[in-house]
Every structure is written in C-alpha cells, then in structure tokens.
C-alpha cells in the first residue's frame, strides 16, 4: 500500500525554470513532511521540511507548498540549474512513529545547461 | 567525525547465505534506522533502534535483524537471502529528540545472485 504518492517519475526543465514535483499523502496522522534530494552513488540529504500548521515553507530557492484539506504538497525549485539535476524523493512521517518515515517512489530531475 | 558511514560499499552474495551491514552513525546520534532502497524506489523503513533496543519496525520479516552498539555504531544482519533482497541498505542516524531529519550515510549496494 502505496501511502505517499509522487509524481511526476521523471522531470526535464531548462537551467533558469521552475522545477515543480508534487505528492499526495492518505493518512492524515502524518505530522511531518520532508523532502530529500539524492545523488547517483550517495544516501539522500535532507533538503527541505515542513509541519502541517504552515501552508509554504521557502529556503533559498526550495519552496514546499502545503494543502492540509487536499491532503497534497509539493516542492517548487526555483531557477533551476544543472547541479540541482538529481532524485528528489517526498517523505511523511506519522506522529509518535519516532522516525519512520514513508517515501514516495522519487522523481528523477534533469536540468538542461 | 561527522557525517554517518556504512561499509561495506559493494557486497555480492549467494542466495541462502547471511549478510551483516555496519553502520556508524553521526557523532552525538543515538538513534540509527535502516532502510533498503531498491532500484528506482524509495527508501522503505526496516527498523529502529534507540538505546540498543528496536523501537520500530516496518513490513519485514523477522530474517532482518539488527543491532546497535553502546557507542550507536549499529548492524542489519539478513538471513536466508533471497534475490529480492538485492538493494542499497541504507542507515540513518538522528537525535530523538531533535525536530531535525535524519543524517543518511551512503549506503551499501547488496547484491544476491
């Protein structure tokens, strides 16, 4: 049972665009949501999270944008460049499941120079 | 030190056999999790350790076992493997307490043949 849905699999932007990635979660006891970003060969780094009480969250060029009733977020990547080409992967976590936490299936991001 | 490190890299392995992973977690962690990662899928959680005790576990079976160590280095030891178990196992520290993510070292790249 697939819990944190994302879309799309794969994503190709030119170097200057907006890179928008979106998940769709189905248990409302997730109480937090991050997002990791992974490199070919290396663990995933935490980029970016966010609690359900706030609806958008922005560092730097990352920005997660958050429905509560819609029960969706994503992740915008502002002015897109080459480095930021990678796998981005959605993630929740239930509350007082310490920290397990439940990944969507990823999308691979190209940016085009 | 800093950062999480996992060895070995690369492991080949015979259907049957048993595998231990090692995992040295971020200095000052004391809780480490394991995940495995197969190919072009997102991490899904096996287990959690904090104080040399599970405290979470996921959808395996019990020949996913683990340990972790006084000073939070950990193992995950896979029994009976199966070719399905051909994966990036990746291990994750963090601080129970803390609002923060988790640090994930690089994984190590099992194969069963």
């Known amino acids: 049972q697939q819990q944190v849905k994302q879309s799309p699999q794969s994503l190709i932007v030119q170097k200057g665009g907006i890179s928008i990635i979106n998940c769709a979660y189905e248990n409302t006891a997730f109480d937090y949501f991050p997002w990791y970003q992974q490199f070919p060969g290396k663990g995933p780094a935490l980029l970016i999270a966010i609690r359900p009480d706030v609806s958008e969250k922005k560092e730097g060029r990352f920005t997660i944008s958050f429905n509560k009733s819609a029960k969706q977020f994503s992740l915008h990547i502002m002015d897109s460049q080459p480095g930021d080409s990678a796998t981005y992967f959605c993630?929740?976590?239930?509350?007082?499941?310490?920290?397990?936490?439940?990944f969507g299936s990823g999308t691979q991001l190209t940016v085009l120079p | 030190e800093t950062g999480v490190t996992q060895s070995p890299t690369h492991l080949i392995k015979t259907r049957g056999q048993q595998v231990t992973l090692r995992c040295s977690s971020q200095s000052g962690h004391n809780t480490v999790s394991w995940y495995q990662q197969a190919l072009g899928q997102g991490p899904q959680f096996i287990f959690q350790?904090?104080?040399?005790?599970?405290?979470g576990r996921g959808n395996f079976p019990p020949r996913f076992s683990g340990l972790q160590f006084p000073n939070y280095s950990s193992e995950l030891n896979v029994n009976a493997l199966e070719l399905d178990d051909s994966a990036l196992y990746l291990c994750?520290?963090?601080?129970?307490?803390?609002?923060?993510?988790?640090?994930f070292g690089s994984g190590t790249r099992l194969t069963v043949v």
């Open positions: 993630a929740a976590k239930k509350a007082g499941s310490a920290r397990q936490l439940t």
């Open positions: 350790y904090y104080r040399e005790e599970e405290n």
């Open positions: 994750a520290s963090s601080l129970v307490d803390s609002n923060y993510g988790y640090t």
